[in-house]
Every structure is written in C-alpha cells, then in structure tokens.
C-alpha cells in the first residue's frame, strides 16, 4: 500500500491509499479518484509532507512543552508557598539574619532585587532563584 497526497482542481487536498502508484494512476484516469471535499474527479499529486504541516507539529509539540513547564513551576511554586514563610521584599535580609544565626532556620521566600541576590552569593548564603509564574498563567 502507498500513500499519496492528492489534490483536486478546486486545490483541497487529502490523503489517499492506493495499492501502489500504477493502482493510483489507473483510479485517478477513469475517474475513480475523488475529492472528498468537493466531488470533483480532476485529481492530481500533491507535494509530500508539505512545510506547512511540519511547522504545525512542531509548534504543537512547542506549546506541549511549555505547557508541561509551566505545569512544572506551577507545582514548584505550591510547594515553596505550602513550605516556606513569605518575607516578600525583605528576603534578603531575612535570608541574611538565618544565615548568621539571628533568627531560627527556617524556609523563607519572598522577592530580592538582583543587586542583593549577589550581596546574597558574596556572602555565601544559599537560595536558590525560580522564575515565578503569575498566577493568571495557569
Ligand atoms: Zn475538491
């Protein structure tokens, strides 16, 4: 069996099985081969796998993976929030005080500028950077 892809004198296409291509030839001569769409029996080859259909799958499989991110960040961002305290902009200071041992360990998050997330690594406190997803995303 082969499949071709076939296009009709009104420009619709579609896919059709023949048993090889002379089994194709003889159908489409006789008038055996028609559209689906619109009847008619002009039917001639269309180019295979034409570009447009190869893009579409890619950018599915795109939107596929940025939902399973998304999906990922989602499921991060509920544990830190079930997890740890929100300090909010006062973060770095926080992490700060557990670091030096003035205030009990304990998980915090919260937002730092990127200026005091390098304050943060040259003074060696760890913390870790997720991009945060709005909520309005998922
Ligand atoms: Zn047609």
Avoid at 45 to 56: F, G, S
Avoid at 87 to 96: M, N, T, Y
Wanted: with cysteine.
């Amino acid at each position: 069996m082969i499949l071709f892809n076939l296009r009709c004198g009104e420009d619709h296409t579609f896919e059709a099985w023949f048993r090889d291509g002379a089994t194709y030839e003889h159908q489409s001569a006789v008038g055996e081969v028609v559209c689906p769409v619109c009847g008619v029996t002009q039917i001639e080859k269309a180019p295979m796998a034409p570009r447009l259909a190869t893009n579409a799958s890619r950018n599915e499989r795109d939107v596929e993976m940025a939902r399973q991110i998304r999906g990922a960040f989602a499921e991060l961002r509920d544990h830190v929030e079930k997890s740890c305290d929100y300090v909010g902009a006062d973060f770095a200071e926080e992490a700060r005080k557990i670091h030096y041992g003035e205030e009990k360990r304990r998980n915090i998050y919260g937002e730092a500028s990127s200026e005091e997330a390098k304050e943060l690594v040259n003074e060696g406190v760890s913390f870790g950077r997720i991009p945060w997803s709005q909520r309005s995303d998922s």
